[in-house]
């Protein structure tokens, strides 16, 4: 089970390790205990917990292979 | 995106030999078949499945385990694909039409905010399944009180075990990518064998390909990672240090290959209130389950090895389809069989 | 339309309401106050209604019913009520026909919200008002609580059809088009029950004026309901014998869509649709069409192409990949 989406911190939920993070218009409260991260930062999201920070470009690009843009930064 | 197809072709020609890439990650699995790259790769790079599956991997005895608590009446939490795994008696969803209370749920989170499941928190078990990927969530879980019965594994062992007991020739892995983004990349340096960790895009996967031929055709044994957007080298610390504060390490079983050394994460004594395996002792040791003769026909034990293609084997497709499987790997959506199956 | 307000101060739905005694009788009143609309059927309070019409002449009765059990019976978009009128009242349009009247069968729990029984009756009554397809005939039940899960609803619907349009009649060549993004209903019931907050509102809406402008336009259509774009298309190929190639660049799913099937692990090809309907067209109609969509202030959305052969398959960028039919257990009490 690999899955795993990026999406941005909007808002950080005061005295918890949970944030509110986008997804592309999909909000949902995500656990932020294995990440050192703050708002506006760009997170990827597996099983409801953030496991890695991402570069916002690096966000982008995956998001863009995601919606089928057919932007391809390769 | 031609591009990369248009290098590989060329690598594969001067290449000349065959090529064998085993993909060690069930979502790299689905990718590839649902994009059909198998199809557009030069005839002699042949890409196989790994044991990528934590579903397909999972000792029969496991489910037969959690099958069990789950009738004896103690509610059971899982991940979606195990509720309709086959045990020798039943499935966890069969066993609902028998007054058991089962629920599958997409995070670990949901324990403590779906409303039928937050009051039943002190009495359930949650069945921990998945690689070094999930395991961080069931160690959060477990130190906000939540008993867990593990059959959570650490995946790279099994990649020294495919190369050790060596019935097929692999030259290179396509390594996961989120079990890397959370052990990071130094455990791989010890396989010496053309290692690319990939994203899970097509052109991802294309491009690692595309790394591994590279390093093939030049003699190379490193290990390069691809999804660097994700993965960094030393993964991520924290995660880690979660996993290891309350699991430790042991030998554990694995569906098709037997003991693979040091590949399990069992909880510490430390946490041993919340294990499971040892609050439920009196009722797993005693259980006595007879062998189903159908599930003895399965071969998923060969199909996560690598060993056959799911169409090798007799019941593949025809009394073994998604929605009456005999063994995991039809039952998964990551399994080689399950994945052969929906795009054929 | 007429809110409903019963004797002693009931809040609640009770037994005695479906017992068809008094307070069935004041609860019926009142129900036809708010669906009340004029038109040629007559309802004597008779076991049933009466329409009397030449229209039948060299046209086709169609019939059809639908059943509403969705769970969150509220959502961003819409209710359970609205998607009840506008299930029947889109199954008759997308067969070509005009409807003409509904039924309405309520089977509610006891205990049961009055006040939530308004605002779905209000949100269905609107429906049929704007349409002007009235509700004819109806019955209501109330079921012990705990024996039902809040409330069940059924509309039935007959309509008069010039030309039938099935979906077995697509050509190669031919055009896929929808009145829209696919899947958005799909994806705010998900999003309702797995707590995620979206802007996002459900498609649900009727989609008679558009179609009819385009009837004789089109080769073949369908409503992508249960199963969605991935049941609808591969129906439609299988019954018109044909294959049909998706070019996913043409934004066929809105982000939030592609979001939500990403977090959850599911096609958002499943993801099914309250209010649009997949219809083919031949090439040479694209112009036309797209010119009645603007001045209908309408979405039109080109996605794919019919060609010979058999099977649904996507674009991709070296080539295609079949797209799998929806199986097992998909996503319950979605509409």
């Known amino acids: ?74 | 995106m031609e591009k990369i197809l248009n290098k590989i072709n060329q690598l594969a020609k001067e290449i000349k030999k065959d090529v064998t890439l085993m993909e060690v990650c069930g979502t790299h699995t689905e990718a590839i078949a649902k994009h059909g790259l198998k199809k557009i790769l030069p005839p002699n790079i042949k890409l196989i499945s790994g044991p990528g599956c934590p579903v397909c991997v999972t000792e029969q005895r496991d489910i037969d385990n959690i099958i069990e608590l789950a009738l004896q009446g103690i509610p059971v939490v899982t991940y979606g694909d195990m509720l309709k795994v086959p045990g020798n008696k039943m499935s966890l969803e069969q066993s609902i039409r028998h007054g058991a209370k089962v629920f599958t749920v997409y995070s670990t989170e949901e324990i403590f905010t779906n409303p039928v499941i937050k009051p039943l928190n002190k009495g359930l078990v949650f069945f921990g399944i998945g690689f070094d990927t999930t395991t961080p969530m069931t160690a959060s879980i477990i130190k906000k009180g939540i008993t867990v019965y593990s059959t959570h594994k650490n995946f790279f062992p099994a990649m020294k075990a495919l190369i050790v007991n060596q019935k097929i020739k692999i030259d290179g892995f396509i390594n996961p990518g989120h079990v890397s983004a959370i052990i990071g990349l130094k455990h791989y340096q010890q396989l010496k064998l053309s290692q690319v960790i990939a994203g899970f895009e097509p052109e991802d996967v294309l491009m690692a390909i595309l790394m591994l031929l590279k390093q093939i055709k030049d003699g190379q044994k490193k290990v390069e990672n691809q999804y660097q957007r994700v993965v960094t080298n030393q993964g991520n610390v924290q995660a880690q240090k979660l996993i290891n504060e309350v699991f430790e390490i042991k030998t554990v079983y694995w569906r098709g290959f037997g003991p693979i050394p040091d590949s399990g994460y069992e909880l510490r004594k430390k946490y041993q209130q919340f294990d499971a395996k040892i609050k439920y002792r009196k009722i797993l040791t005693g259980l006595k389950i007879k062998p189903s003769p159908k599930l003895k026909l399965c071969r998923c034990g060969e199909v996560i090895k690598g060993l056959i293609d799911p169409a090798d084997c007799r019941l593949f497709s025809k009394s073994c389809q998604p929605e009456n499987p005999i063994g995991p790997c039809m039952v998964s959506r990551e399994g080689a069989c399950n994945v052969k199956y929906r795009f054929k | 339309m007429s809110n409903i307000v019963l004797n002693n101060m009931n809040k609640f739905i009770n037994l005695a309401h479906g017992s068809g005694g008094n307070e069935s009788d004041e609860l019926i009143t009142i129900l036809k106050k708010t669906l009340k609309q004029n038109s040629a059927w007559r309802n004597q309070n008779d076991d049933g209604a009466t329409l009397v019409t030449t229209n039948f002449k060299n046209q086709k009765l169609v019939f059809t019913t639908d059943s509403f059990v969705i769970n969150p019976l509220f959502f961003r978009g819409g209710n359970i009520g609205k998607i009840a009128a506008c299930g029947t009242i889109n199954d008759l349009t997308v067969m070509g026909a005009k409807p003409l009247g509904l039924s309405l069968s309520l089977i509610i729990e006891e205990g049961f919200p009055v006040s939530d029984l308004n605002k779905i009756m209000a949100s269905l009554a609107q429906i049929c008002h704007q349409e002007k397809v009235p509700v004819v005939t109806g019955d209501t039940k109330v079921m012990e609580k705990g024996k039902l899960d809040k409330i069940m609803i059924n509309t039935s619907g007959v309509g008069l059809a010039k030309r039938v349009i099935s979906d077995s009649g697509l050509k190669p060549g031919d055009l896929i088009c929808a009145n829209g993004t696919l899947g958005d209903h799909g994806s705010v019931i998900l999003a309702n029950r797995f707590n995620y907050q979206t802007r996002l509102k459900s498609d649900s809406a009727t989609f008679i004026k558009e179609f009819f402008k385009i009837i004789n336009l089109v080769s073949a259509a369908k409503d992508p309901t249960r199963g969605g774009l991935s049941q609808c298309l591969n129906e439609l190929a299988e019954k018109s014998r044909v294959k049909i190639f998706v070019d996913e660049k043409n934004k066929i799913f809105k982000k939030e869509s592609l979001a939500i099937a990403g977090l959850l692990g599911i096609s958002e090809y499943s993801l099914p649709s309250e209010g649009r309907f997949v219809f083919g067209i031949k090439k040479s109609n694209l112009n036309k069409v797209k010119n009645i969509f603007k001045k209908q202030k309408k979405d039109l959305v080109v996605f794919g192409e019919v060609q010979i052969g058999r099977g649904v398959f996507i674009k991709t960028k070296f080539g295609e990949r079949p797209l799998e039919k929806p199986r097992g257990k998909l996503i319950p009490r979605i509409c």
């Open chain 1, 1 to 74: 089970m690999c899955l795993a989406i990026p999406g941005k911190i909007i808002k950080l939920l005061p005295n918890s390790s949970y944030g509110l993070v986008d997804f592309n218009g999909i909000e949902s409260k995500v656990n932020l205990e294995l990440v050192k991260v703050k708002k506006n930062d760009w997170v990827i999201v597996h099983a409801g917990f953030a496991i890695e920070k991402l570069k916002e470009q690096d966000a982008r690009q995956t998001i863009n292979l995601i919606n089928k843009d057919g932007k391809n930064s390769k």
